[in-house]
């Protein structure tokens, strides 16, 4: 599931297939796609307990993000974690 896309947003977000082991509450992926460099991917559990951790991650990673955008994105990783939980009811 997509989350923003380029051309309305400065980010392409989406829920993640997990290839690892089974998807869960707590392995549920979310993606943040850069034009440059890496994928940036963080696990629903990270995000749930470490969400400013999360972001700081990507203020380094993405420098020419403003403050507005980071909120953004804050948003579409509390969406995400909304659909987690729905999804697997914990």
Same mark, same amino acid.
């Given at each position: 599931? *997509?989350?923003?896309?380029?051309?309305? *947003?400065?980010?392409?977000?989406?829920?993640?297939?997990?290839? +690892?082991?089974? /998807?869960?509450?707590?392995?549920?992926?979310? =993606? $943040? =796609?850069?034009?440059?460099?890496? #994928?940036?991917?963080? *696990?629903?559990?990270? $995000?749930? /307990?470490?969400?400013?951790? =999360? @972001?700081?991650?990507?203020? $380094?990673? +993405?420098? #020419?993000?403003?403050?507005?955008? $980071? +909120? /953004?994105?804050?948003?579409?990783?509390?969406?995400? @974690?909304? #659909?987690?939980?729905? +999804?697997?009811?914990?």
């Amino acid at each position: 599931m *997509s989350y923003s896309r380029w051309g309305n *947003s400065y980010w392409y977000t989406f829920w993640s297939s997990n290839n +690892e082991k089974v /998807e869960n509450f707590d392995t549920a992926l979310f =993606c $943040i =796609c850069r034009f440059m460099g890496p #994928d940036i991917t963080f *696990s629903a559990k990270k $995000i749930r /307990e470490k969400l400013i951790r =999360c @972001l700081d991650t990507v203020r $380094i990673e +993405e420098p #020419d993000a403003s403050e507005e955008e $980071i +909120e /953004e994105l804050a948003g579409y990783m509390t969406r995400f @974690l909304k #659909d987690v939980d729905k +999804e697997f009811k914990k």
